[in-house]
Antibody, heavy 123, light 112 residues
Framework: QVQLQESGPGLVKPSETLSLTCSVS????????WSWIRQPPGKGLEWIGY???????KYNPSLKSRVTMSIDSSKNQLSLKLTSVTAADTAVYYC?????????????????WGQGTLVTVSS | DIVMTQSPDSLAVSLGERATINCKSS????????????LAWYQQKPGQSPKLLIY???TRESGVPDRFSGSGSGTDFTLTISSLQAEDAAVYYC????????FGQGTKLEIK
């Protein structure tokens, strides 16, 4: 079964760029939509954006100006970059695969999820 | 954005009793083309990622115990745990995938 594992620095300084990687094992990254979702400590879930294996992307408008997602099919990896971070970006960051109905083109719920990685923004 | 509002924010239920969590969307998530409600429920335990329980508002994910059930349509939905077990203590989130992807604020379920 497909497993996702996020990795990256746990501490980022304010105004710098947060960079995370999601490694996908047990299945191909192709033909699926992949999203990043974050959860500030003790708070709810916020969708950040998705990327398709064809490299098309869609971002949450609230973060769009600061987010870049990319995909490396040869490594079965996704990447997230978030620029100009502040303390408000402190969160557990998850990668997740969408259920995708190829017949209708609908991009649906998230499953599975990675275990998440905590990123703290602090000087 | 479609805003998802859950109620209550927290609840405490005795073992073996029924737990009910409500979720209301700011607009209908019923997609008329397929007559399906684009609504899912997740369970999140401390230190873990969310686990999919229910999708299409009422379809139980494989392996999820049948004490978990989802109901509702349009803008009003309910997650019911028919006979609460100790391992059901968690935070539960509703999630709409009708228009972009948003979540409710979560409901913390504790054992009384």
């Amino acid at each position: 079964q497909v497993q996702l594992q996020e990795s990256g620095p746990g501490l980022v300084k304010p105004s710098e760029t947060l960079s995370l990687t999601c490694s996908v094992s047990g299945g191909s990254i192709s033909s699926y939509y992949w999203s990043w979702i974050r959860q500030p400590p003790g708070k709810g879930l916020e969708w950040i954006g998705y990327i398709y294996y064809s490299r098309s992307t869609k971002y949450n408008p609230s973060l769009k100006s600061r987010v870049t997602m990319s995909i490396d099919s040869s490594k079965n990896q996704l990447s997230l970059k978030l620029t100009s971070v502040t303390a408000a970006d402190t969160a557990v960051y998850y990668c997740a695969r969408h259920h995708y109905d190829i017949l209708t083109g609908q991009i649906n719920w998230f499953d599975p999820w990675g275990q998440g990685t905590l990123v703290t923004v602090s000087s | 954005d479609i805003v998802m509002t859950q109620s209550p924010d927290s609840l405490a239920v005795s073992l073996g009793e029924r737990a009910t969590i409500n979720c209301k969307s700011s607009q209908s998530v019923l997609y008329t083309a397929n007559s399906k409600n684009h609504l899912a429920w997740y369970q999140q335990k401390p230190g873990q990622s969310p686990k999919l329980l229910i999708y299409w508002a009422s379809t139980r994910e494989s392996g999820v115990p049948d004490r978990f059930s989802g109901s509702g349509s349009g803008t009003d939905f309910t997650l019911t745990i028919s006979s609460l077990q100790a391992e059901d203590a968690a935070v539960y989130y509703c999630h709409q995938y009708y228009d972009s992807w948003t979540f409710g604020q979560g409901t913390k379920l504790e054992i009384k």
